[in-house]
């Protein structure tokens, strides 16, 4: 219904239309055929949705718009979702719509409502996220009809509701966006959950594939055999392979009211999980659960990998998110207690994210040898080494990161098994070089910066490369942590492919590391070098394969199954970000992902480590 028919019509409109829902009690008969005619041309829900991601009635006034509350949401973004009983025929057309009231929605669930409002496309994370936008009815006036009508029953999404390809591809002519694409739901699962935008929906038992995180919201899936490993998640392999059953799950009760479960990768939503299917800025769609499955815990256990051997070195990668001295000690302890015990003391750690000595505050501090003295005496007290560290000081501000943290890689090695070779000289801006003879390569400076000026470093942490000695033999390592992804749009935007705009810097950093390393192996072809870290990309990234060009490395995480290449969950995705890369002199060695930390609700940090044992 348009706003230009007048009100009288219009209330006699939403009169008859509650009457044939029985939604007032009496029946259809009740109404005389001049509101019968009326009631044919109101708007209807399905008809505020239409048939693409966006509205075709955007910006326009609707009256009298029907239909019974499914949910209400009284914190956050307060509103409610209605629901009309009476759907059409078309499944690309949902007949459920969230209203955003602003102030706590005075409706309950089970009223049946009548709203005057503006259509509205909200897009959540704002209009340069190139997030999808929800629709929505603001603004509204809402009418009470009558209170504890059934509510309209949920759709079940399952396994076999649910399309195995992802995404349409967008429209050229449109910048790439899929948003003027007729929804296609049997054929595309994002046109699949689209068409059930604001809906009632149902799904059953279901395998976590997201921990529960800090804001009390999990990841399950309803395809339990798509791309699963045995430790329960689900593997992402290719931008190609979106995993097509990931919903994540909240709550529209606050934590206050009713705890939410707290569950690992592995464990089971148990029985149904029923409520309105929105779309939010950070999950993408999102099942608010009105009521909520049983907690299964399958008990997931934490990894350990193997101790090498006494002629092998062990080298390990390992993000430690953000570590200051400002930390609470049981952190410290934590993380020491898995360098020691689920890593097994590697001879060498390249550590991420360590902080200066004073954490976010921004004094000008860039030392953190507080932060280390801490580290590494919480692992010699759970029974680990008494390691020995180096590290160059990042140049105040310069290095991405929290603000005023000063984030920098640093190695940790044990001196009873490994020497580190110390060249001078190296600082925030001066970088190091390969030196040497044939078949002998060197640092100029160790522990160095690689090409510190290179415009790719800029706001982005320099790596550092570091000389060893182990066993008379030379190995380089260099510590990475490229740039993030922020900026990046997400698997959900209403561009299809997204458009993945961090990759360009991450590719100029990779191209900076392969041409050092090939420096050193022009002088040395069978050169030990391990290049480790936080790459922030994935093993089949273009990232990864400016890394390795010309054969300069091999991502060692490429020797293990695809179903175990992850160090990292996001959106319920098992996916890769840390890695080592080995030189062609590396000939064997042993590679382990050891899964601590991504796959629980309780993280010492974010990411899992990487561990290599080999015998140079």
Do not use: C
């Not at 990841?219 to 430790?231: A, H, I, Q, S």
């Not at 100029?508 to 041409?515: E, R």
């Amino acid at each position: 219904m348009s706003s230009s028919i007048p009100r009288s019509a219009a209330v006699a409109a939403l009169v008859s239309a509650a009457l044939a829902a029985g939604l007032l009690g009496g029946t259809a008969a009740a109404a005389d055929d001049a509101t019968a005619a009326d009631d044919t041309a109101r708007v209807r829900i399905h008809d505020i949705q239409g048939t693409t991601r966006v509205s075709p009635l955007a910006g326009k006034q609707v009256t009298g718009v029907t239909g019974v509350v499914t949910g209400v949401r009284t914190y956050g973004t307060r509103g409610f979702w209605m629901q009309d009983p009476q759907a059409d025929a078309n499944p690309a057309t949902s007949e459920g719509v969230f209203v955003f009231t602003s102030s706590v929605p005075k409706v309950a669930v089970g009223d049946a409502v009548s709203v005057d409002a503006t259509v509205t496309e909200y897009v959540p994370g704002g209009l340069t996220s190139g997030n999808q936008s929800l629709t929505e009815l603001s603004k509204p006036t809402v009418t009470v009809l009558s209170s504890g009508n059934p509510v309209p029953a949920p759709v079940t999404v399952s396994a076999f509701s649910v399309p195995g390809a992802y995404a349409p591809e967008g429209d050229p002519a449109a910048g790439g966006s899929v948003n003027g694409l007729p929804l296609e739901p049997r054929k595309y699962a994002l046109d699949y959950y689209e068409s059930l935008e604001g809906t009632n929906v149902r799904i059953g038992s279901s395998r976590v594939v997201g921990a529960t995180d800090p804001y009390n919201e999990l990841w399950v899936t309803v395809k339990p055999f798509e791309n699963d490993n045995l430790r329960g998640g689900t593997v992402y392999g290719s931008y190609d392979s979106q995993n097509t059953g990931r919903l994540q799950i909240q709550t529209l009760a606050p934590v206050a009211q009713q705890p939410f479960p707290k569950l690992n990768v592995g464990d089971w939503l148990a029985g149904t999980t029923e409520g309105p299917l929105d779309f939010n800025q950070y999950g993408g769609y999102t099942l608010v659960a009105n009521e909520l499955g049983q907690s299964v815990d399958l008990g997931l256990e934490r990894e350990v990998t193997d101790r090498q051997h006494k002629n092998e070195l062990a080298v390990a990668t390992y993000n430690v998110e953000n570590l200051d001295p400002s930390d609470p000690q049981t952190k410290f302890d934590a993380l020491a207690k898995a360098v020691v015990e689920n890593l097994a003391s590697p001879d060498i750690v390249a550590l991420e994210e360590i902080q200066d000595d004073n954490g976010a505050k921004n004094d000008g501090t860039v030392t953190a040898g507080e932060t280390l003295k801490k580290f590494t005496a919480a692992i010699v007290a759970a029974g680990g080494p008494a390691y020995e560290w180096r590290s160059v000081d990042p140049e105040n501000l310069k290095d991405g990161g929290e603000p005023g943290g000063n984030i920098r890689q640093v190695f940790l090695f044990n001196p009873e098994r490994v020497s580190f070779v110390d060249r001078p000289g190296g600082d925030a801006t001066t970088a190091t070089a390969v030196t040497g003879t044939e078949g002998d390569a060197h640092l100029t400076v160790s522990p160095g910066r690689i090409d510190p000026s290179n415009a790719a470093w800029v706001d982005s942490r320099k790596p550092l490369a570091g000389e060893f000695r182990f066993r008379g033999r030379t190995v380089i390592v260099i510590a990475n942590h490229l740039s993030s992804k922020g900026g990046d749009e997400s698997i959900v935007s209403h561009h299809q492919p997204p458009t993945r705009s961090s990759e360009v810097k991450r590719r100029l950093q990779a191209q900076a590391v392969n041409t050092f390393v090939k420096d050193i192996e022009a002088l040395d072809k069978q050169a030990d070098v391990l290049v480790v870290g936080d790459m922030n990309d994935f093993e089949f990234s273009g990232t990864t394969q400016a890394m390795t060009a010309d054969g300069a490395l091999f991502p060692a995480m490429l020797s293990l199954p695809e179903s175990e290449r992850y160090s990292y969950v996001y959106q319920g995705n098992s996916q890769v970000l840390d890695q080592i890369l080995t030189s062609p002199g590396v000939h064997h060695f042993e590679y382990d992902s050891v899964h601590i930390n991504a796959e629980f609700a309780d993280q010492n940090s974010d990411h899992d480590p990487q561990v290599l044992r080999f015998r140079p």
